[in-house]
């Protein structure tokens, strides 16, 4: 598996973030949903890194959307057939360090109460609850999550 940086908009990516839409849209309605589109993934405040495995295919992506006062965690998605290997802690892992390079001292997220296995899996990975941030509504469809990050020695 490698895993880098790159931009949304290849074909790959692509269909790995409708297979993303496509799952969300199964657990939410429309407007409980605050996904980034496609233009927005490719703005220049926006680090995005994709997965991909020994064949080169996008198995995993996610996003940090860098703010003056945060990072906030978007679009973080392991393909069903992948998960469970590791992918989505070491994708997680090097967004996070390049947020820290970038000065972020503060990573936020939005999720939503139906997907228990990230809900796990971020609190397995330190990120704590908290209330509504940025221009998120008050949402029972929503949880808010976020990590102090801190750079490593």
Do not use: W
């Not at 309605?29 to 233009?39: F, M, S």
């Not at 973080?76 to 892992?93: D, F, I, N, T």
């Amino acid at each position: 598996m490698h895993i880098t940086l790159e931009t949304p908009d290849q074909p790959d990516v692509i269909a790995l973030i409708a297979e993303l839409d496509a799952y969300q849209d199964s657990l939410y309605p429309p407007e409980n949903r605050y996904a980034l589109n496609l233009a927005a993934l490719t703005q220049p405040n926006v680090l995005f890194a994709v997965a991909r495995n020994a064949e080169h295919q996008a198995i995993a992506c996610g996003a940090i959307v860098l703010n003056t006062e945060y990072g906030e965690l978007k679009r973080m998605y392991v393909s069903p057939a992948c998960r469970g290997q590791g992918v989505a802690r070491q994708l997680l892992g090097l967004l996070e360090s390049t947020a820290i390079k970038a000065g972020v001292t503060l990573l936020t997220l939005e999720t939503g109460p139906f997907q228990p296995e990230a809900l796990a899996f971020y609190a397995a990975c330190g990120y704590e609850p908290r209330g509504p941030f940025g221009t998120y509504p008050e949402d029972p469809m929503s949880v808010f999550l976020q990590k102090q990050l801190r750079p490593t020695a």
